[in-house]
């Protein structure tokens, strides 16, 4: 099994700056995709950022240019830096990872974690 556990929510005004940490435990050969998604109230889950074992960065327009993803691979950890936060970026946001549990693994394990509330007001 692997858990995935977030810190670093809160709340916070608009304009001002979180940053989210989210590690993995358990039994980890290795992991491929790091992820942040997001979900408020009445809207579907969608993703804020992504990275990829081979460096891959991927964020929707509505953060580019404001969040960073980053990952320290040692530690299993991955973080996401929120800067100039809006109040619509008010949302529960889940850390995601896909894992393999041995070498020997034909596929990856998908990992979500219980989420951490980011509460931005103005």
């Known amino acids: 099994q692997v858990q995935l556990v977030e810190s670093g929510g809160g709340s916070v005004q608009a304009g001002g700056s979180l940053r989210l940490s989210c590690v993995a435990s358990g039994s980890i050969f290795s992991i491929n995709v790091m992820g942040w998604y997001r979900q408020a109230p009445g809207k579907q889950r969608e993703l804020v950022a992504s990275t990829t074992n081979g460096g891959t960065i991927h964020y929707p327009d509505s953060v580019k240019g404001r969040f960073t993803i980053s990952r320290d691979i040692v530690k299993n950890t991955v973080y996401l830096q929120m800067n100039s936060l809006k109040p619509e970026d008010t949302a529960v946001y889940y850390c995601?990872?896909?894992?393999?549990?041995?070498?020997?693994?034909?596929?990856?394990?998908?990992?979500w974690g219980q989420g951490t509330l980011v509460t931005v007001y103005s």
């Open positions: 995601r990872m896909t894992v393999k549990t041995r070498p020997t693994s034909v596929t990856s394990l998908e990992v």
